[in-house]
């Protein structure tokens, strides 16, 4: 039986992304139900003046209509080898799409880019499978759980345990509130990850996340009964989530209870706001952050970063777990944090 023109779906194409491409690909990524926090378009600036990362964003169009996107962004590092990722700094990237021909073409044109660019490999982080073929990593997992409607019943659905952690906090005196800058967020997290021997991102890295993001990107900083900053966290928001993503605190933060109360505060926030969803994050399985996460009363849900292994056989490994790095992370700690300071955004902008 022959078709008619009118019953031909129109081809499906891949393109570079373009400045003109801007409000559409915002347009997309707002009403499209897979994407997320990180596939807004503010990230391709963010790579590109703060990582001098060079971007290679992607859309896929279906009769002159978006239907898919990929952001991806180029690192190259004698350390820590080529890639193109999706993306780097981000906890989910890859493709979000709204027409199932869409995902195969994309991934494979990035693939095709990857080998082009003589990258190691193509790496797409993905909250779902999507390319059953390629290894994957399950190091990672996030921790996503609803916000109910009233904040009383938020309290009592945290776990008895942790409950008490929270409640301690209040008993201290603590008390929460939203910055306008980051300037005592870059304080208490530029001194954690240093005790923790790993290298702070740069504070104009903050800086600009407030600035391009605006009301999507708050500081919440949690002071003690005296007015001194213990613990701060940087949160984003999309659509109807919080996603809680940098975070620091004080020594003195553990024994008030202030990291506790800190998420508290920002959970309860959201509930008065009508957010929906409460986005834990990404932790690794096996670490004091991940057992912190579950003793909320969060279910861990396994992510699923993909890879197209261009050359070599073997997924990297560039995470502070690989035992290769302890040596390094040792003296991390030992250096003068004003130093670790300066030098650390060189080594982790490579890193992502």
């Known amino acids: 039986m022959k078709m008619s023109l009118s019953e031909v779906s129109p081809a499906l194409t891949v393109r570079a992304y373009a400045p003109a491409d801007r409000e559409r690909w915002s347009a997309f990524v707002e009403r499209c139900p897979e994407a997320t926090f990180f596939h807004r378009i503010e990230w391709k600036d963010v790579m590109e003046q703060i990582f001098r990362h060079r971007t290679h964003y992607l859309l896929a169009e279906r009769a002159g209509e978006i239907v898919g996107v990929l952001p991806l962004a180029e690192v190259k590092s004698l350390l820590f ?44 982080r993905h909250r779902e499978q999507k390319e059953p073929g390629w290894p994957k990593q399950d190091l990672y997992v996030t921790f996503r759980k609803a916000i109910l409607p009233e904040v009383e019943v938020n309290m009592l659905a945290i776990p008895r345990k942790q409950r008490a952690m929270v409640r301690k906090g209040i ?92 998420y508290w505060a920002l959970l309860r926030d959201g ?30 849900t396994p992510l699923v970063y993909e890879y197209a292994l261009l050359r070599g056989d073997r997924i990297p490994e560039n995470n502070p777990l690989n035992p290769k790095y302890r040596a390094f992370i040792a003296a991390w700690r030992r250096l003068p944090i004003g130093l670790a300071n300066a030098i650390g955004p060189y080594i982790v902008r490579n890193l992502g």
Request: net charge negative; glycine share 10%; aromatic share 14%.
């Open 81 to 124: 080898g080529h890639s193109l990722a999706s993306l780097p700094f981000c906890v989910y990237g890859g493709s979000a799409t709204t027409d199932p021909d869409a995902a195969p073409v994309l991934h494979g044109t990035a693939r095709h880019l990857a080998r082009e660019f003589g990258a190691s490999y193509l790496e797409l």
């Open 171 to 262: 008993q201290r005196g603590l008390q929460s509130e939203f910055d306008s800058g980051v300037d005592r967020f870059f304080a208490l997290y530029a001194d954690n990850v240093h005790r923790h021997g790993t290298p702070a991102l740069p504070k104009r890295y903050f800086a600009m996340l407030r600035e391009v993001f605006g009301d999507a990107c708050r500081v919440l900083t949690v002071l003690d009964s005296q007015g001194e900053p213990l613990s701060s966290v940087l949160a984003f928001y999309f659509r109807d989530e919080v996603l809680p993503y940098y975070a620091g605190d004080h020594e003195r933060a553990r024994e008030l209870a202030a990291n506790d109360f800190k």
């Open 271 to 300: 509930c008065e706001h009508g957010y929906r969803i409460f986005d834990y994050g990404r932790s690794k399985q096996g670490t004091g952050s991940f057992d912190f996460k579950k003793n909320w009363g969060f279910a861990p």
